[in-house]
């Protein structure tokens, strides 16, 4: 079992910062990819960021430029740095791994951008 701990949400102003971690445990031998999606209230959840195993990234077109995902596979530890940060980004962030074609899900933390 693998289990994933998000952190980092907050209230912050637009144009500000953000700097969202997730530490994964359990029982990890091999990722096919991690990431992070988000839900905002009423809209459906969408991807922001991956990362595959080989290093490979991907953007949601809205936040390339100004997202930058990246890994520690020491600590199994994937980073959302969020830059230049707008209202439509206010979302519940949920980090994602897949691993020997199992998807796992952290609970989430909230980004609130305010005007």
């Known amino acids: 079992q693998v289990q994933l701990v998000e952190s980092g949400g907050g209230l912050v102003q637009a144009g500000g910062s953000v700097r969202l971690s997730c530490v994964a445990s359990?029982?990890?031998?091999?990722?096919?990819?991690s990431g992070w999606y988000r839900q905002a209230p009423g809209k459906q959840r969408e991807l922001v960021a991956t990362?595959?195993?080989?290093?490979?990234?991907n953007y949601q077109n809205s936040v390339k430029g100004r997202f930058t995902i990246s890994r520690d596979n020491a600590k199994n530890t994937v980073y959302l740095q969020m830059n230049s940060l707008k209202p439509e980004d206010t979302a519940v962030y949920y980090c994602?791994?897949?691993?020997?074609?199992?998807?796992?899900w952290g609970k989430g933390t909230l980004v609130t951008v305010s005007s």
């Open positions: 994602h791994l897949l691993t020997y074609g199992v998807n796992y």
């Open positions: 359990g029982s990890i031998f091999g990722i096919d990819a």
């Open positions: 990362i595959s195993g080989g290093g490979r990234i």
